[in-house]
């Protein structure tokens, strides 16, 4: 088991940009993604990194937009979202050690961080 601690997160007018950060206590995990969720609305993946940054995915609506990384040195993961919309505001979780790769289901994933809020206006 590892502990995820992000932050990162805050205020933004729409377009603007943010860098979120997921730091890890224990062994760095092979897999790990971002996941986003509003009151009333299932757990949505983001974007999910292999441990060398050459195996990544993301969800269609943050293409273009969001780059995920990792610094493995710093057993740290980042999300950097740019374009901001409205849309995109939700509570960020960073999640580790899938049982099947880079996913974008969260049930293949054991730990969770505790989530850092996003709040985009118009």
């Known amino acids: 088991q590892v502990r995820l601690l992000e932050s990162g997160g805050g205020s933004v007018q729409a377009g603007g940009s943010l860098k979120l950060s997921c730091v890890v206590t224990g062994e760095m995990p092979i897999y790990m993604a971002w996941f986003r969720q509003t009151p009333g609305k299932e757990r949505e993946g983001v974007a999910c990194i292999g441990f060398r940054s050459s195996n990544s995915d993301y969800a269609d609506s943050v293409k273009g937009r969001f780059t995920i990384s990792r610094d493995n040195a710093k057993n740290t993961m980042y999300l950097e979202l740019k374009s901001l919309k409205p849309e995109d505001s939700a509570m960020f979780y960073c999640?580790?050690?899938?049982?099947?790769?880079?996913?974008?289901?969260?049930?293949?994933?054991?730990?969770w961080g505790q989530g850092t809020q996003v709040t985009v206006s118009s």
């Open positions: 999640a580790a050690r899938s049982s099947r790769g880079c996913r974008l289901e969260s049930s293949f994933y054991s730990d």
